[in-house]
């Protein structure tokens, strides 16, 4: 089964802050790669696709880069609403699993 | 828009069964009915990261359903088009699996609609 890691697992910032959270996986995915957001208490939300495809809504200050095993989210200018933990996950091959996620919290 | 409405969870004990549901509504693009929706079950301990549980195919694609290993042999998801509903059948329940279940889906590509999410308690 293929692993995930990302780091960091908390990250502190600051509204405006430029954001990147790096996820790394166990073999190379080519670009089999999702990226959500989830809230306290909240259902994840579909952020990034295909390592890179933004999701429908999502705003453009959120873009996703990467293949094979390294994989790069990043929040240009962070906003308010931003202040959530973010999963990766691989959709390479069965089980499809997830990153353990990175916090993103206020510094 | 894509609706998933989930039932079924609740308290039970260790070595027992739970079955979910999940109603799908809104599938109106062209192309992405709930007929043609890969449908999946992800799962998120108290306090702890997301976990994949598994997914199904549509019928046209096969219809087969597979398993994270923690619940493989244990756990069966199924699909009923003309109910619009999606199940997930847990037996043989471990306090491990204490959970809010997920059903989600996506048309191109990561889980772009979920369930309001069911809490799933195992405890004697």
């Not at chain 1, 502190?12 to 990226?35: E, K, M, P, Y």
């Not at chain 1, 959120?62 to 931003?82: H, K, V």
């Amino acid at each position: 089964d293929i692993q995930m890691t990302q780091s960091p697992s908390t990250l502190s910032a600051s509204v405006g802050d430029r954001v990147i959270i790096i996820c790394r996986a166990s073999q190379s995915i080519s670009t089999s790669l999702v990226w959500y957001q989830q809230k306290p208490g909240k259902a994840p939300n579909l952020l990034i696709y295909k390592a890179s495809t933004l999701y429908s809504g999502v705003p453009s200050r959120f873009s996703g880069s990467g293949s094979g095993t390294e994989f790069t989210l990043t929040i240009s200018s962070l906003q308010p609403d931003d202040f959530a933990t973010y999963y990766c996950q691989h959709d390479d091959s069965y089980p499809f699993t997830f990153g353990p996620g990175t916090k993103v919290d206020v510094k | 828009e894509v609706q998933l409405v989930q039932s079924g969870g609740g308290l039970v004990k260790p070595g027992g069964s739970l079955r979910l549901s999940c109603a799908g509504s809104g599938f109106t693009a062209p192309g992405f009915s709930f007929t043609d929706a890969w449908m999946s079950w992800v799962r998120q301990a108290p306090g702890k990261g997301l976990e994949w549980v598994g997914r199904i195919k549509s019928k046209a694609s096969g219809g087969a359903a597979d398993y994270a290993p923690p619940v493989k042999g244990r756990f069966t998801i199924s699909k009923d088009d003309s109910r619009s509903t999606l199940y997930l059948q847990m037996n043989s329940l471990r306090t491990d699996d204490t959970a809010v279940y997920y059903c989600t889906t996506g048309r191109w590509g990561g889980e772009a609609h979920w369930g309001q999410g069911t809490l799933v308690t195992v405890s004697s």
